[in-house]
């Protein structure tokens, strides 16, 4: 599990540039959380925080009940940062290089590269991929760092609608064979919906307030499928997510 427990955050520990005030939120094991909320509240720096970047000023961040470390989480950022020299292959591969603890082999890399649909480009360059098979590729790349818990940052925030719709799917289906633990920052409510056992909705830090974070339960069945974007259900969670979301700014 994963846990913020009471994290406040300032740059420079500086009360005026307080960031995060008593934030908590719990990430349980093969669960899928997103955090959404408007540009600026917090959620990179959340993000940073996590993957230790980033210090507390107050309050604590675990992991699996011990006092979280580098490498305890990997991170996929926005943009897929696939190096335009290395194949798709030489891509997914660099966790492996980078970690001599990480036992996972080229046959596992083209495995997941496989899963993803990406077996006959394997051998080519990020240039000839597509937008989608690109984010395939950096996701795969994340994958194979062997982490438990995976952090991504708008994964699919660059990506045209329909494209986006696709990869959701994608993820889902890899996230059923991999019992990854996952959390998601989106500015996409419909896609936090789809994905999500629980949504956080963040607010910007301001003095006084009674909370920065809010949980929302998400009961959807499981496996998800595509109509119940358009069952009553989705479409109540949507308007108490963009409710949650407005009424406190």
């Not at 599990?1 to 406040?8: F, R």
């Amino acid at each position: 599990m994963l846990e913020l427990q009471s994290v406040d955050f300032s740059f420079q520990h500086d009360q005026e540039k307080r960031v995060l005030s008593e934030v908590s939120l719990s990430v349980a094991p093969n669960q899928i959380v997103s955090v959404v909320g408007k540009s600026g509240c917090g959620k990179s720096t959340l993000f940073k925080l996590c993957t230790t970047e980033l210090t507390p000023t107050r309050g604590a961040i675990r992991f699996q009940g011990r006092e979280i470390q580098l490498g305890d989480v990997a991170y996929m950022p926005q943009q897929d940062l696939l190096l335009p020299w290395q194949t798709v292959l030489g891509n997914v591969m660099l966790p492996t290089k980078l970690d001599e603890a990480n036992q996972l082999t080229e046959e596992h890399g083209r495995r997941w590269l496989e899963k993803a649909g990406l077996g006959e480009v394997a051998d080519q360059l990020p240039h000839q991929l597509s937008g989608g098979m690109k984010q395939r590729a950096a996701f795969i790349r994340t994958l194979m760092t062997d982490s438990d818990v995976l952090l991504l940052d708008e994964p699919f925030g660059a990506l045209d609608y329909f494209t986006q719709k696709e990869m959701q799917e994608w993820l889902l289906t890899l996230w059923m064979a991999t019992n990854k633990t996952i959390l998601v920052i989106t500015h996409n409510i419909e896609e936090a919906l789809y994905l999500s056992d629980v949504v956080y909705v963040m607010q910007p830090y301001r003095p006084g307030q009674s909370e920065q974070v809010t949980p929302i339960q998400i009961d959807l069945p499981r496996p998800r499928e595509e109509a119940v974007r358009y069952s009553r259900e989705f479409i109540a969670y949507k308007r108490q997510l963009e409710e949650a979301i407005y009424e406190k700014n």
